[in-house]
Nanobody
Framework: QVQLAESGGGLEQAGASLRLSCAASGRTFSSYTMSWFRQPPGKEREFVAGISRSGGSTEYADSVKDRFTISRDNAKNTVYLQMNSLKPEDTAVYYC?????????????????WGQGTQVTVSS
């Protein structure tokens, strides 16, 4: 099917920028809606951003809108999350997820495939 692997996490100061990558293995990457979720320490996993199959549509959680940008390169089987103006509340494990539906969903249960996660820590 598809396997996902996140990378790019790390420790940053508030106000810094960081780009996460999610590399996918599979023959039909372009047929998947892709999203980023995050799980802050002690909290539930939450939707961050999603992107349609061709990259023509995107959605963002209110908490990251105007700061984060999701993009994808289907030729490279990769989805990205550009994070700017990082805040301490962005600290979380960030997960990449894939869904075969045409609509960008914010529901965890919609997604069939998940990466292992990458830690992002933002200090003040």
């Amino acid at each position: 099917q598809v396997q996902l692997a996140e990378s790019g996490g790390g420790l940053e100061q508030a106000g810094a920028s960081l780009r996460l990558s999610c590399a996918a293995s599979g023959r039909t990457f372009s047929s998947y809606t892709m999203s980023w979720f995050r799980q802050p320490p002690g909290k539930e996993r939450e939707f961050v951003a999603g992107i349609s199959r061709s990259g023509g549509s995107t959605e963002y959680a209110d908490s990251v809108k105007d700061r984060f940008t999701i993009s994808r390169d289907n030729a490279k089987n990769t989805v990205y999350l550009q994070m700017n103006s990082l805040k301490p509340e962005d600290t979380a494990v960030y997960y990449c997820a894939a869904d075969r539906s045409l609509i960008i969903s914010r529901r965890i249960t919609t997604y069939d495939y998940w990466g292992q996660g990458t830690q992002v820590t933002v200090s003040s």
